[in-house]
Each structure stands twice: as structure tokens, then as C-alpha cells.
């Protein structure tokens, strides 16, 4: 597989966007599989989530995951050469001889990136306290202060930094705000380091600058 991972709020759902452009297989639904605002028949909530995390977040349901993970992520047909996004220090759960390659999605402004990822915990809790509903990451974030936030983002870049040496995987990490700078020039880098020569025009067009 390659795995496209990161911390969270780091620009991975654009980078499935991007690799979706540049020809390559995703495994993963387009939408909002893992949050409680979509379960919700509320506007004014998805319209919330809409303006904090634009696009979809092409995640594969956390129920599929894990069983995926049981299974010793097999069979290899599912996800030999296509992006699997995963965020979570459950990438430590994967068996290093599935990761072809690794494109790290993160982000310089790492007080912004808790930040963000906080605003988008807090809208998920108070979906949970109006529907009755919970799931893995609402009962995660509750309780979870600004600071907390921030230690499980550090806690998760750890675990994949481990992997990633300890595996020699090779590995390119693109930020999310050189994305939004030079689309161009990283989306090239991209492109090479998947090997492929597909045009990158889509790609670098769909990259909204104005974020």
C-alpha cells in the first residue's frame, strides 16, 4: 500500500485528492465515514463541519480497520499499490512488508493544527450530547483539553516516525502549508516519487490557495 498518514488536520484529505488526480487507486469511501455530524440530520452541523474541514476526508470506516488489521491485512489484492489513509498509532499495527511507500502529510504551525483539530473534537461532542450518539473518537475526546489534543498529535507523529526508521520505508513528507505556497513544485515531488509521469495540471488546479 501506500500510506498517506500524519497527525491529523495536516492536509491529508487534499493529499487524496491529489493522488486521486494523479491516477493513483485509492482504498477509501469519498465522505465523512468516522464523524457523528454526518449520522446527524442536522444542516446546521454539517454545515459547520463543511467550513472547518472542506472535501471529503476519504477515511475508511474505523469498524473496517480494525478488522482489517485482525486479519493481518490481507488479502494483498485490497491494497497492493492503491493510498490507504490512515491516522493513528494504530500504523504501528501494520505490517511493515505491506508499505511500498509513505507520504507523511504535516503541517509547520503545529499550535494551529491542535488547534484545528480541537475546534473539530469539540463539534463532534456537542453532536454527541444533542443525538445520544458516540463512536471511538467521541469517547476519545472527551475530557480532552487543548493540550491533550496536542500530546496525541505528538504521540502519533512518534509512532510513525518509528515505523517509518525503523522499517527504512521509504518515505516523503510533504507540508500542508508548501501545498498551499508551490502546489506545483510539491505536487511534482510527489509525481516522482511515485514514479509515474501522469499530467499534474488537475492536481495542481485543485489545490485552493485562498485556505
Partial sequence: MILVTGAGRCGSSLMMQTLELLDVPLVAPVGNCNTLVWQSDSVEYQERWKEMNPGGIYELPIDFLLEYIRNGWTPEEFHKGKAVKFLSNLVTCIKPEVIEKVILCSRRDRDRQAESQYDLSQLELEVAE?????????INYRDKTL???RKGQDNTLDAIYYVIGKNDIPTIEVYYEDMLENPEKEIDCIACFLETNVDITNAV???????
Fill in 130 to 138: 444533542a443525538t445520544g450518539l458516540d463512536n471511538i473518537y467521541t
Fill in 147 to 149: 493540550s491533550d489534543i
Fill in 205 to 211: 488546479n485543485n489545490v485552493r490557495t485562498d485556505k
